[in-house]
């Protein structure tokens, strides 16, 4: 099952794309250890601009998902459909009074949405745009990815602590709660596709659900038939793990007002929400990667034969296969949000300790069994 | 915090459900739920000494909303006093109209011409529809499910278009008049509601299914906020809230008024009560229950009003500046959230000497601090919302 892991448009330097493109445009006068530099700069910049549009979209998408959900049209008013609406909101939150309560631990308070948003722009860095064009190459791409996200945790407590608010610190301590009983079912249910990869790495492991129309995707039950119940548990998990409903009570806006983020106005509230749809694009994106064939779409198999695997259009509909893929993700987040009630703190700890937890081990262990014994013997698993 | 009225084991029984959440005691937090928290609809200040997420009391403190309703009913005329009558429970005000006009035409003696009488009763039901699908939607907010909501706003938006329509207002209509109603009718209303009716049959179903028998809904109010039947009665609870407990009371068969004892009679709606179907009797679900299930049987009493109705006078002849004879009067009429009594004093004046109001949402909330302990956070918002309150009038 293991391709060889090279990048496809990595260069012989090791680098990744930027770096490749800049070592060879680079004028005689700047050093070579400029080029890692600039080329990191430009990767944080991409960072922050994908973070930021994700969530704009996003922002405009869920109030767009809800409306319609609710016999109301949603934004309208600013550009076509409203899809100007993000920015402007943005442009509000920007010139908002930045305020820090009264007593609050104004260093923690300050420091709290910096920590929420660097650690998903950090969890970015190991997201691959497309086959050939990604800022880091890890090897163990996932593993970066999940710890950098539960990173936030570290944030959103801070944010609850240092509010100086009871509603704060209420929601910090769920989201705590929370997040130490789903990163087990999350990590564990993850496990199921990256045996049948036999990678950690996010390219190495869309290389292998290549295919004819999507048919060696993960998902399908003659890849192994554990990996849907290992997809429902991963999407439960994710809910929890990105503070969505039903498992949305570190926020619950109608328990503790809003939460951790009670206390927060401005730009330093916006942080939160940006990092809440990053996320969950991140989440989802992982999702695609894992389940549903990350790159690999009828329109990248196209693209693949008739441009070949180098070039342009085939890197392009990689990328556009991808975003639309967690995109879905995020859309089927959102409709859950607007359909279903809230389940209560102790609920959500049952489920994840009692349910997810040991349905996720037995899914290990019967896609453990299935692919020492019987995958080796399936013609189409070893094509 | 005051001393349980019911038993110390229920207490104890009730505090042993979330034991597993009491083994590890810390210093107990105040914390004020309210007057601006989203889930105390409208601004009530409940204050809640927590354990972690455990509630171990709650106290209410009201009077955010206290506007002297009952000292303006000493102070202006009779008629006038009508429209202060909206604004206590300003999700039912037709009900409170009919209350007051009901207190004051009893002591006059006035008979009410039969148009009239129908045409406030489907008044008075619409209203409880409208009223109960807020109730309705405003727990499914507090517990989280927000879409639920704006699709029970969807139909109450229609039953406030026909109100606007017969007349004028939306929500504060001052329509109910003492010796009858304002106006009749306009051309077409009666067959507009016919066809509310039937719209609402089907989208009640939606309510049912999206959020009555939602796993997670009944998992949030199944076994929560417990009202056994004897606790109901030891606290005058009414409407829906005792009958969400199982005892089988609503004044409009038991004590009738207007057309109810013909409408009863003639068999065209049941009282809905609380079994106890996915939990214990009386706990938050079945409150929810009864509220669901009456908006159907409004429905019917609407139907049969619109079955029954004839052109006629719609008030009786009663002169502009009312001199109401001396005597006293006391008219109880199921609100929506109970039984809101009107107790009126003339001394033959124009003016009552006294006008007290009897609020269910008020008495009702006396509840409150007996359900609270042993209670989480979320439970206490799923109770808080569970007992349906108006603040405006329980500070009136």
């Known amino acids: ?383 | 915090m005051s001393t349980p009225l019911h038993t110390e084991p229920d207490r104890a029984a009730r505090q042993g459900e979330r034991e597993f959440l009491l083994d590890v005691r810390t210093q107990d937090m105040e914390v004020n739920m309210g007057p601006q928290h989203p889930a105390t609809h409208g601004v009530m200040r409940i204050l809640v000494r927590a354990d972690g997420e455990v509630c171990t009391g709650a106290q209410p403190h009201l009077g955010y909303l206290h506007r002297c309703a009952e000292k303006i009913g000493e102070n202006v005329e009779w008629l006038q006093y009508l429209p202060y009558t909206d604004r206590y429970d300003y999700l039912a005000a037709m009900n409170n109209n009919l209350g007051y006009s009901m207190a004051v035409e009893k002591l006059m003696g006035i008979e009410i011409p039969r148009r009239a009488l129908m045409i406030r009763t489907i008044c008075a039901e619409l209203n409880r529809i409208g009223s109960h699908l807020i109730a309705f939607g405003t727990y499914g907010l507090d517990i989280g499910a927000f879409t639920p909501f704006l699709y029970m706003f969807r139909e109450r938006e229609w039953m406030m278009a026909l109100f606007e329509k017969i007349c004028g207002a939306r929500l504060t209509y001052s329509y109910i008049r003492i010796g009858g109603v304002f106006n009749d009718a306009p051309p077409g209303w009666l067959s507009e509601v016919e066809r509310f009716c039937d719209v609402f049959e089907e989208k009640w179903q939606e309510y049912v299914d999206l959020l009555m028998v939602n796993h997670i809904f009944v998992q949030r109010t199944a076994n929560i906020g417990v009202i056994p039947p004897a606790m109901a009665l030891d606290f005058g609870l009414t409407g829906p809230m005792l009958r969400g407990s199982g005892i089988d009371f609503d004044l409009r068969r038991d004590m009738p008024y207007e057309l109810y004892a013909e409408i009863w009679k003639a068999g065209a709606f049941q009282i809905p009560l609380g079994k106890g179907e996915r939990g214990q009797l009386g706990d938050c679900w079945d409150r929810s229950y009864v509220r669901v299930m009456e908006m159907i049987e409004s429905i019917k009493i609407v139907r049969w009003c619109l079955g029954a109705i004839e052109p006629g006078p719609v008030i009786a002849d009663i002169p502009k500046t009312l001199r109401v004879p001396n005597g006293e009067a006391y008219v109880g009429i199921e609100n929506p959230r109970g039984e809101l009594g009107h107790y009126v004093v003339s001394d033959g004046g124009k003016v009552a000497i006294r006008c007290r109001v009897r609020g269910p949402s008020f008495t009702n909330l006396a509840v409150l601090e007996e359900l609270m302990p042993g209670a989480l956070i979320a439970d206490a918002i799923a109770i808080i919302g569970s007992t349906d309150i108006v603040v405006g009038e329980t500070d009136r």
């Not at chain 1, 493109?21 to 070579?32: Q, R, S, Y």
């Open chain 1, 1 to 383: 099952m293991l391709a060889s892991a090279t990048g496809v448009a990595a260069g012989e330097t090791g680098g990744n794309a930027v770096d490749t493109f800049l070592a060879g445009v680079k004028p005689e006068f700047v050093p070579a250890w400029a080029v890692p530099l600039t080329a990191i700069a430009i990767g944080v910049g991409i960072a922050i601009a994908l973070v930021s549009v994700v969530a704009m979209f996003s922002v405009w998408l869920e109030r767009k998902v809800a409306g319609h959900i609710q016999c109301r049209y949603g934004p309208m008013r600013v550009g076509w459909h409203g899809w100007l609406q993000p920015i402007a909101d943005g442009v509000k939150l920007l010139l908002k009074e930045d305020l820090v309560p009264l007593g609050a631990d104004r260093v923690l308070y300050v420091l709290a949405p910096s920590i929420v948003l660097a650690s998903v722009l950090a969890a970015m860095a190991a997201y691959p745009l497309a086959p050939g064009f990604y800022f880091a190459d890890v090897d163990l791409g996932i593993f970066f990815i999940l710890a950098m996200t539960s990173t936030t945790t570290i944030g959103v407590v801070m944010a609850g602590w240092s509010s100086n608010s009871k509603w704060s610190l209420y929601g910090s301590m769920r989201e705590a709660a929370q997040v130490i009983a789903y990163e087990i079912p999350l990590g564990i249910s993850l496990l199921v596709p990256i045996m049948v990869a036999g990678s950690f790495d996010l390219i190495e492991v869309s290389r292998d659900q290549a295919g004819f129309f999507g048919l060696n995707w993960y998902i399908w039950p003659w890849v192994n038939p554990f990996m849907l119940p290992a997809f429902v548990l991963f999407f439960i998990a994710i809910l929890a793990e990105t503070k969505r409903a039903p498992f949305d009570l570190p926020e619950a806006e109608s328990e503790l007002v809003a939460g951790f983020m009670t206390e927060y106005s401005g730009i330093r509230w916006s942080f939160f929400f940006m990092e809440e749809y990053a996320a969950m694009f991140l989440y989802s994106a992982v999702g695609a990667f894992f389940f549903f064939g990350g790159f690999e779409s009828p329109l990248t198999w196209g693209a693949a034969k008739a441009f070949g695997d180098h070039s342009v259009a085939y890197q392009a509909a990689a990328a556009t296969t991808l975003i639309v893929k967690s995109f879905a993700g995020v859309f089927l987040m959102m409709w859950l949000r607007w359909t279903l009630p809230r389940v209560r703190i102790d609920q959500v700890m049952t489920l994840g300790y009692k349910y997810l937890t040991p349905l996720s081990l037995l899914c290990v262990l019967g896609a453990g069994l299935w692919e020492v014994f019987l995958a080796p013997h399936l013609s189409w698993r070893n094509g």
